[in-house]
């Protein structure tokens, strides 16, 4: 199976069209393009993911005066988008069909693939104790790197063909509920990712 973007090029820049985060405050915040092919016989449905592998483990340091991260500064997940039961059928997301600027307090029903479920992304601890960005941000949110942040970050889209219509899974759910809950079922897997920085000096790893 194989998954591709008219948004960016492989392992290529991501535009700040499709980011959350610009040099001057809040993005567009548009999805990028996605579409694949190549799903195995027996596929019923498909699960995605977008994930930045690059966030820093202390976000304390995020956008501190006076610190810049450094590239070897320890590393974790952010998750930027998590959907599941996406239809056999379906091939191909537009850019801009799932998420179309930013909504603050997050995106209650966020738009996507008919009869596809959308779950929390970690803006929603990101912003938790933040009285004017505070709630549960379904759906995408695209990168939004600490500006002092010299690395560049990887965004991670993985798309997996399943072999069952619909994952058990509660109303509000998570990337990593998605996860869990595929075990068992991944038919094929495929993935691809583009980069993007807020930091002008910012380098790859």
Request: net charge negative; glycine share 12%; proline share 9%.
């Amino acid at each position: 199976m194989q998954i591709r973007s008219e948004s960016f090029e492989p392992r290529g820049a991501i535009p700040a069209e499709f980011a959350m985060g610009a040099p001057d405050g809040f993005g567009t915040n548009r999805n990028p393009h996605l579409a694949w092919d190549g799903a195995p016989d027996g596929t019923r449905s498909f699960a995605l993911l977008c994930i930045d592998t690059d966030a820093p483990t202390d976000p304390s340091l995020a956008g501190k005066d006076g610190v810049e991260i450094p590239v070897a500064h320890p590393r974790g997940d952010f998750v930027h988008w998590a959907m599941a039961d996406i239809p056999a059928d379906v091939r191909e997301i537009a850019a801009g069909s799932a998420s179309d600027g930013v909504t603050k307090g997050g995106k209650a029903s966020p738009p996507g693939p008919a009869g596809a479920r959308q779950g929390l992304n970690d803006y929603t601890g990101w912003f938790a104790g933040d009285a004017a960005l505070a709630g549960e941000y379904f759906g995408y949110d695209g990168p939004y790197p600490p500006p002092n942040d010299l690395r560049v970050h990887r965004y991670f889209f993985r798309v997996f063909a399943l072999d069952v219509e619909r994952l058990e899974l509660a109303t509000t759910f998570t990337a990593g509920d998605v996860l869990r809950a595929m075990q068992g079922h991944v038919l094929d897997e495929a993935a691809v990712y583009g980069t993007y920085a807020l930091h002008p000096g910012a380098r790859q790893a």
